[in-house]
């Protein structure tokens, strides 16, 4: 770590959608896989009570209803556990068939096996599911990478942007939060962990559109634009 109040971190946890891996990965490859295999993959898999139990938790009063509701979802980014348990469930047959490998920025591993080196433990909080999680760490571009991360939280343990979830996470681990460095893209995200008490780190992988987005905002965070830099 190269910023002095970061080597107290003895726990790093990260985001991955636009901190460890390409928005373009999650937006352009693994959601169009997953609302154009939706459709086959619910027939296919009709009988298996995880997916009668995710096309009920939609509401839906028909499996078609629920269908689009779904596909709607996926358009619009809706986070909801049942979906993100269905995208889990079809992802895994695309990676397995190798249609696409997670994709990892160049200093991910890197800075893991570093971090790592020095004794600090690697956890994930994703929206997506902790099995999505599971198969994206299997399947990376660089291979099975999963040994590196000792824990995994989704939205089980609650929203991204309550700080909230963030004393769980502490608690889970058994760290103080003021060991825990959260490394995330998102600003509203690192607010809630902020007040939980964790160190923060904003990424920013692509300045322009950050720059766009931040306009008429403060930001109380350390910014870099990647991993090495912290
Ligand atoms: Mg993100």
Redesign the pocket.
């Known amino acids: 770590m190269k910023t002095p109040e970061f080597k107290a971190a003895r726990f790093v946890l990260m985001?991955?959608?636009?901190?460890i891996s390409e928005?373009f990965f999650v937006r352009q490859v693994l959601f169009p896989y997953s609302a154009e295999r939706l459709r086959t993959y619910v027939s296919q898999h009709y009988n298996n009570p995880t997916v009668r139990d995710c096309l009920r938790q939609t509401g839906a009063t028909t499996d078609e209803a629920a269908i689009q509701t779904l596909l709607n979802w996926i358009k619009q980014d809706v986070k909801h556990p049942a979906l993100k348990t269905l995208q889990g469930l079809i992802w895994r047959e695309g990676y397995e068939a190798d249609a696409f490998r997670a994709h990892l920025y160049d200093d991910v591993l890197p800075m893991w096996r570093e971090w790592r080196t020095e004794g600090r433990e690697l956890g994930i909080y994703?929206?997506g599911s902790k099995a999505a999680q599971d198969l994206f760490f299997r399947y990376s571009v660089e291979g099975d990478v999963r040994e590196y991360l000792s824990s995994h939280f989704d939205l089980s343990t609650g929203s991204k942007r309550d700080s909230e979830s963030y004393r769980e996470i502490a608690a889970e681990t058994g760290y103080d939060p003021s060991e825990i460095l959260f490394v995330?893209?998102?600003v509203e995200?690192l607010d809630a962990a902020q007040s939980a008490g964790y160190m923060t780190a904003l990424i920013v992988r692509n300045p322009a559109i950050f720059e766009n987005d931040r306009a008429g905002r403060s930001c109380k965070h350390h910014v870099f634009s990647s991993l090495d830099e912290l």
């Open positions: 985001d991955i959608e636009g901190t928005l994703s929206s995330s893209d998102v995200e």
